[in-house]
Each structure stands twice: as structure tokens, then as C-alpha cells.
């Protein structure tokens, strides 16, 4: 048995230590916002926060997660969808097919979070999941505008 702190409520779990907290958070938990891409931490549909760090989800093993550390998903980014990178999503209509759109939006928040103003670099750098739409110039775009809605 483990005890997860997932959107600021306690969960318990019952589970092969081994199982990635993905699954953890998708079939136990029921919160389905954090999606199954490639399974290989590679394209970051499953992108979640730990404490405030980006991580994709699928390739964390539950057991390395402990009950103090504060897991955010999508669903916990903001009550009402009233976070910037949400709200800017939103207003430059980003998203095409949006299987990407959780995991990207995590990772953006997550940089916000770190570097108030990114630089075309640190986006680059920093968001490195993958959009089988290429919506990546409208990705950009719209963390810009959430960082000049923060600063705001």
C-alpha cells in the first residue's frame, strides 16, 4: 500500500511497486487528462508535475514517488481552467487534435514556473514534447502570452 499526494488530495494505492505512476494516476486514480503516447518517456503526453518539476509520468515508477511530494496533473493545474498557459491556449486556439495539449500545457506551466519570461531558447530547450499536429509555432506563441499574463 502507498499513499500519494495527487491535486492535493491523499490517495491510496494497492499496486506493483514497479507499476508507472501513469497507470497509477489513468486506472486507480481515474484521472484521465494525463495521456499514454509512447510509453518510453518520449513525446510527453504524460507530462505531470512532482512538486513543481515537469516529469513524464509513464517512465516513474510509483515507487519513486513518496507520499510528501505534491503530484499535479492537468485536472489539478487550475480549478476552472483559469491558469495563463490554459487561458492562452484557449485564446490562440493551439490545440488540433489536442491528444498532446495536457502534457504540453504541464510542461509550459512548469517553465512559467521557472523562467517567468522565456526566450524562444528556453522554450525550444525546455518543451521537448511532440505534436504529431506541429502546432509548435502557436505552442510558442501562447507560453508568450501567458508569461505577459502573469507578469501583467
Do not use: F
Not at 510527453?44 to 514517488?65: K, N, Y
Not at 489539478?76 to 504540453?104: E, N, R, T
Amino acid at each position: 500500500m502507498a499513499k500519494l499526494n495527487i491535486n492535493g488530495k491523499v490517495q491510496d494505492v494497492d499496486l506493483d511497486p514497479d507499476t508507472p505512476l501513469l497507470w497509477v494516476i489513468r486506472e486507480q486514480i481515474g484521472l484521465t487528462g494525463t495521456k499514454y503516447g509512447c510509453g518510453v518517456a518520449a513525446c510527453g503526453a504524460c507530462t505531470v508535475h512532482i512538486d513543481g518539476a515537469a516529469v513524464r509520468s509513464c517512465a516513474m515508477p510509483v515507487s519513486a514517488v513518496s507520499e510528501d511530494q505534491k503530484i499535479v496533473t492537468i485536472e489539478g493545474l487550475s480549478p476552472d481552467s483559469s491558469h495563463p498557459v490554459q487561458k492562452a491556449w484557449l485564446q490562440l486556439d493551439v490545440p488540433q487534435c489536442g491528444y498532446c495539449q495536457s502534457g504540453m500545457i504541464m510542461a509550459s506551466a512548469a517553465l512559467l514556473a521557472q523562467k517567468p519570461k522565456p526566450t524562444d531558447e528556453d522554450i525550444n530547450a525546455e518543451i521537448t514534447n511532440i505534436c504529431r499536429c506541429g502546432t509548435y509555432n502557436r505552442v510558442r506563441a501562447a507560453i508568450k502570452l501567458a508569461a505577459d499574463t502573469k507578469a501583467g
